[in-house]
């Protein structure tokens, strides 16, 4: 742990009364947070297109690149902004100048010494007419004899990081990271919902991993859990707190428990009571008489859960869990993420992946894993922030350092 993480009593002492009674004196230290990669991150970094460049000397740069301006259509110019319009020599990737280099006599000059000519990206290869090109930089000082245009692979998608970016230097053509991500949640989003959260993740996630050992000892559950949490600015309140609780009232033979009594479902169903006691107390209307069901086990069944499930809602305007951040020990399973999903919740941190069933990370399984075999999950389908589904959620996962001890469970369940 880096030294200037704060010790575990400031990290407790900084908390509200009722946290400091679920923590049970249990030790905290922060982790670290890894945010999830999208699908398009993980299946799109290399869609490589051709480009052409062309090189000119200095001095005649300008006239090059007003030049190839008026010939190509806007869109042509402005397509590429991920790779450097003009590069020196020296600066192209190793590859590109052993190539070029060996053309001719006059390239090995270029690439000799203090070089007075420069590099210039043309656009996209498909797009232009390679003639038209040449006649047009024919006008140009110093190419008059000879006009250079050749063909490179890169990247057709702007690099998500600075070392990715460095990666595309290294190999294809000098790549600038505009610090954005047509991939996924915008860096600059994600690294300050990082921050927000880092500070006390490691408390939601121990008050997660209580009940679900509590739950689980009990014989009611998975040893899974959920904590649900509602943060504004430095105030933070705890506003469901659910273990699974599938076995509950289950027979535990031949099939695998109560899908309905998933800790997801459990704790958003508890902030839905919420919302709806909220509801009657502002209306004034008599307290609905059936706020729980059965089948979905969403009343308080652990003295912790009932805790916070008595608690008001500290902010009970809005969308089901509009806002909310959702502290998981394990990745949740297809059904529970798309819940996370249609309930509006903003962030979610789990720390088991589970690379079968678990819905949130977008990373290929691998098809040919035994344990696949009847588990109907491990697509790598990257719930948590696709276009088509009209809501992006940031979600991470976090590395305890080893001070919580893990929870395991089968992998081949649904989370
Ligand atoms: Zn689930």
Same mark, same amino acid.
């Given at each position: ?5 704060p010790p575990s009593a400031t990290l407790v002492a900084t908390q509200n009364p009722i946290v400091k009674v679920l923590l049970h004196g249990h030790e905290v230290k922060r982790g ?90 043309? /656009? ?11 006649? =047009?930089?024919? $006008? &140009?000082?110093? #190419?008059?004899? @000879? ?73 009611? /559950? ?11 600015? =430095?105030?933070? $309140? &705890?506003?469901? #707190?659910?273990? @699974? ?43 609905t008489p059936i706020l729980e069901f059965e089948a979905f086990q969403d009343s308080p069944i652990l003295e912790d859960e009932k805790k916070v499930f008595e608690l008001d809602h ?102």
């Amino acid at each position: 742990m880096p030294d200037t993480d704060p010790p575990s009593a400031t990290l407790v002492a900084t908390q509200n009364p009722i946290v400091k009674v679920l923590l049970h004196g249990h030790e905290v230290k922060r982790g670290v947070l890894i945010p999830l990669k999208t699908t398009l991150e993980v299946r799109d970094d290399y869609t490589i297109g051709r480009i052409l460049v062309t090189r000119a000397p200095v001095k005649s740069a300008n006239a090059a690149i007003s030049l190839l301006r008026n010939l190509l259509p806007e869109e042509i110019v402005k397509g590429l902004p991920h790779l450097r319009r003009c590069s020196k020599p020296c600066d192209l990737p190793a590859h590109l100048k052993t190539r070029f280099m060996n053309e001719s006599a006059q390239s090995r000059m270029i690439h000799t010494g203090k070089s007075n000519w420069i590099y210039i990206v043309v /656009g996209p290869e498909a797009m232009l007419s390679r003639d038209e090109v040449i006649k =047009e930089l024919q $006008t &140009v000082e110093g #190419l008059e004899e @000879d006009v250079f245009l050749r063909s490179v692979p890169v990247p057709l998608i702007a690099p998500y990081s600075q070392m990715q970016a460095a990666m595309w230097t290294q190999h294809f053509w000098p790549a600038l990271y505009r610090k954005n991500n047509p991939l996924g949640p915008h860096p600059a989003m994600v690294s300050r919902a990082t921050e927000e959260i880092a500070g006390d993740t490691a408390v939601w996630m121990t008050l997660a991993h209580n009940v679900a050992k509590e739950a689980h000892s009990l014989g009611y /559950g998975e040893p899974v859990g959920a904590c649900i949490v509602h943060r504004e600015g =430095e105030k933070t $309140t &705890v506003v469901a #707190l659910a273990a @699974d609780a599938r076995w509950k009232d289950q027979a535990k033979t031949g099939h695998t428990g109560n899908p309905m009594a998933h800790a997801v479902l459990r704790a958003i169903s508890m902030v839905a009571q919420k919302l709806v006691k909220a509801e009657n107390k502002q209306t004034q209307t008599a307290p609905t008489p059936i706020l729980e069901f059965e089948a979905f086990q969403d009343s308080p069944i652990l003295e912790d859960e009932k805790k916070v499930f008595e608690l008001d809602h500290p902010c009970p305007d809005g969308y089901l869990c509009h806002g909310l951040e959702l502290y998981l020990t394990h990745e949740p399973c297809v059904m529970c993420s798309m819940a996370i999903l249609h309930s509006r919740m903003s962030k979610v941190v789990f720390r088991h992946r589970m690379p079968l069933t678990g819905g949130l990370s977008a990373e290929d399984r691998g098809g040919d894993h035994p344990a696949l075999c009847g588990a109907d999950g491990g697509r790598g389908l990257g719930l948590f922030w696709r276009r088509e589904l009209n809501w992006s959620l940031i979600a991470w996962e976090w590395e305890s350092g080893g001070f919580i001890k893990p929870l395991q469970v089968d992998q081949a369940l649904h989370v």
